[in-house]
């Protein structure tokens, strides 16, 4: 038996047209001109998750507690904080990646390392038919080495790619 382990996480996409922002009855719900970063504003958010409804990636969530909307932030503080060396100025969620799968930059700079790694490896955006142009890509699995057998992933299908010969074989493929 094949076991496929793939952890997809929800977090915002900070898309380049959001259908979060338009939807917001107070304008708690914001993109930044100077970087594209989708945030709230908590002082003004009033909970009413419209801007959840509203995304097509399941972004948003409401703090029952606090009575607002909650998102990614993409850890704006840190990522601007001078104080921090610059290796250091990237989002938590890449800093805190065991493998290193996660890779931060800026997409508008062709020669940034997640724009190669985006070109090189064919990486692709979410649901391009919602036409929201989010900033998140992905990349196709890499191909991985399970028990001394190569396997891969077909990006069209998600199905794995194994040798013909290995194709019932054992053991589980994680995510790399």
């Known amino acids: 038996m094949l076991v496929q382990t793939i952890h997809f ?16 009855p107070t304008g708690a719900s914001y993109k930044r001109a100077e970087d594209g970063i ?4 908590y002082d003004k958010c009033i909970g009413c998750s419209y801007c959840s ?9 409401l703090d029952a507690e606090r009575k607002v909307m909650t998102k990614c932030t993409l850890c704006v503080d840190r990522i601007y904080d001078e104080l921090l060396p610059p290796q250091d100025r990237k989002p ?17 700079d062709a020669n940034s390392e997640v724009s190669k790694a985006i070109r090189e490896r064919g990486g692709y955006q979410l649901m391009p038919e919602w036409e929201t142009q989010p900033a998140n890509h ?3 699995r890499a191909v991985v080495s399970v028990s001394g057998r190569d396997v891969g992933m077909d990006v ?3 199905h794995l790619q194994m040798p013909a010969d290995d194709a019932d074989a054992p053991g589980p493929v994680m995510e790399t």
């Not at 938590?92 to 508008?108: E, N, Q, W």
């Open 53 to 61: 409804w509203a995304c097509p990636y399941g972004a948003r969530e």
């Open 9 to 24: 996480p929800k977090s915002c996409l900070h898309c380049e047209e959001p259908p979060c922002v338009p939807v917001c």
């Open 92 to 108: 938590a969620y890449v800093k805190a990646c065991p493998t290193g799968a996660r890779l931060f930059g800026d997409i508008k």
């Open 138 to 140: 992905y990349l196709p």
């Open 38 to 41: 989708v945030l709230v504003d």
């Open 156 to 158: 069209e299908t998600g």
